[in-house]
């Protein structure tokens, strides 16, 4: 009897080799799918995708240069049918619309990796999109509110380093009233009680890092 044919070809891309091997024993456990290919950081899984054509890629959020929602838009623009899935430790709302507007067609968490992996990968490779019941939940809670628009970001982000709103606002070349009136924007936006609390649900929700 003739060994069935790997079928589904996986590209892995995550900057922890343990990471990787970890994903790529899953993959290679399932008798239709095989690794294609394996990368470390964003640009490399860009060529791999290039060079191997996979029919599914697992891109990590988190990587050095070029992180995972740059290589999804590049791998994209590229390739516009591209299956193409992000991996990440993180739920906030703001990456998740991110991967999504990006072109990402699965938003897996590491922590629930093995069988919605699986789950995702062959949905993936049929042409069809996968987001575990909680991330479809996050979809439809945040679809229609309000988001911080890029300025806004941009305050949120110098007052986590700390920054306070007069050094907001030589640094954006603002009045220190007019920091005050964004800040009051945020906190209501974000469901905040203050300015501390602010940048916790920011760091949370995704849409700044420290």
């Known amino acids: 009897m003739t060994e069935t044919h790997k079928s589904i070809r996986v590209l892995v891309a995550d900057d922890h080799p343990l990471m990787r091997e970890g994903i790529a024993a899953v993959i290679d456990s399932q008798p239709d799918m095989e690794v294609a290919g394996e990368a470390g950081d964003g640009a490399e899984a860009v060529r791999l995708y290039r060079a191997l054509r996979p029919d599914v890629a697992l891109i990590d959020l ?41 072109g990402a067609r699965a938003y897996l968490l590491k922590s629930a990796l093995r069988k919605e992996l699986c789950e995702a990968i062959r949905a993936l490779a049929a042409g069809r999109r996968y987001f575990a019941p909680e991330i479809a939940a996050d ?72």
């Open 62 to 102: 988190q990587m050095p240069g070029m992180n995972g929602i740059e290589a999804i838009e590049a791998i994209r623009t590229e390739f516009p049918d591209a299956q193409l899935a992000i991996l990440t430790t993180y739920r906030g709302d703001a990456r998740l619309l991110h991967a999504v507007k990006a």
């Open 139 to 210: 979809i439809a809670g945040i679809v229609g509110q309000d988001s911080l628009s890029a300025r806004e970001v941009q305050v949120l982000q110098l007052l986590a380093r700390g920054y306070s709103n007069r050094d907001v606002g030589l640094a954006l070349n603002l009045s220190e009233d007019t920091i005050k009136g964004y800040l009051r924007t945020i906190t209501a936006k974000l469901g905040a009680n203050n300015r501390t609390h602010a940048v916790t649900i920011g760091i949370e929700r995704g849409f700044i890092d420290v």
